[in-house]
């Protein structure tokens, strides 16, 4: 037992050998040791329970570091309705901004990676196309704008009179099936038949391919020809196919008029 416990006077045996006493050389560093415990004990938070008041909870977010509005918080660049759906979450439940931050910087690191190899793969595609649309030109050469225009006229006499043949018109040129060599060629070949043959051209007909029918399906399906209309590059090359499987099985261009009727 140290002296100033003894000078002390405590006559507790268990109180006087206690270790939280003996561990100190003296009553001056007892006594110092005794401050930096209630330092310690006044800085600590109490954690919330299950019946604690909005306003206690309030107070323990605060003190663990969660800013006072959710606009506060720092998302590292992160934006857009999952930035939104983020703050208002970390902000309900307490968090930190340290910790918003950094899970904040991991999803849009995720985001941009993404969109960095959706990017990658879309200029790749793109950059095909621009190859087919290069060689297609070079191989029709002068008669490149006639063939055009009759496959055009060809899209726009399927949509119908007006309105619907040129929103139809719009809708290929924006898929980018104009600029396929393949597909291309095929719709050349349904406009050169229909000068003399009946555009419209019965279901069932003798001869018709599986080919042809997957054609006009695709052509038929709305939902899908609004995929190939915005750009997507799986329903594009979905489609490119088909017309390319319908021209190799076809020994009459004709039979694959349905597949752009209707």
């Known amino acids: 037992m140290p002296n100033w416990v ?14 939280n006493l003996t561990k100190y050389a003296s009553l ?5 040791g005794h401050v930096e415990l209630a330092k310690t004990l006044g800085n600590r938070v109490a ?9 206690e909870r309030a107070a323990f977010y605060t003190k663990i570091g969660r800013p006072e509005a959710p606009d ?7 934006q857009g309705p999952v930035a939104d759906i983020f703050r208002e ?18 999803i849009k690191g995720f985001f941009d990676q993404v969109k960095a190899q959706h990017d990658a793969e879309q200029a790749k595609y793109n950059e ?4 087919e649309k290069e060689t297609l030109t070079k191989e029709w050469g002068d008669q490149y704008t006639s063939n055009m225009q009759e496959i055009k006229n060809l899209i726009v006499k399927a949509g119908g009179d007006g309105e619907q043949g040129a929103a139809l018109l719009k809708k290929y040129e924006e898929s980018g099936v104009f600029d396929s060599k393949a597909s291309a060629a095929a719709l ?5 038949a229909t000068r003399t043959a009946p555009f419209f051209l019965p279901k069932g007909r003798t001869g018709e391919t599986a080919a042809a029918t997957k054609a006009e399906e695709l052509s038929n399906n709305k939902e899908f020809m609004d995929k ?19 021209e190799k099985e076809s020994g009459n261009p004709q039979n694959l008029i349905q597949s752009f009727t209707a």
Not at 228 to 246: F, I, K
């Open 6 to 19: 003894e000078e002390l006077g405590v006559s507790d045996p268990e109180l006087a050998q206690n270790p």
């Open 28 to 32: 001056q560093d007892a006594l110092k």
């Open 47 to 55: 954690v919330p329970g299950p019946n604690a008041t909005p306003e």
């Open 72 to 78: 506060k918080y720092d998302l590292a660049g992160l």
């Open 89 to 106: 979450t970390a902000f309900e439940t307490g968090l930190p901004s340290s910790g918003v931050k950094t899970v904040a910087e991991k």
């Open 128 to 131: 095909s196309f621009e190859k």
């Open 188 to 192: 050349l070949e349904i406009a050169k």
């Open 228 to 246: 190939v209309a915005a750009g997507d590059r799986n329903a594009r090359q979905q489609y490119r196919e088909a017309l390319e499987a319908a």
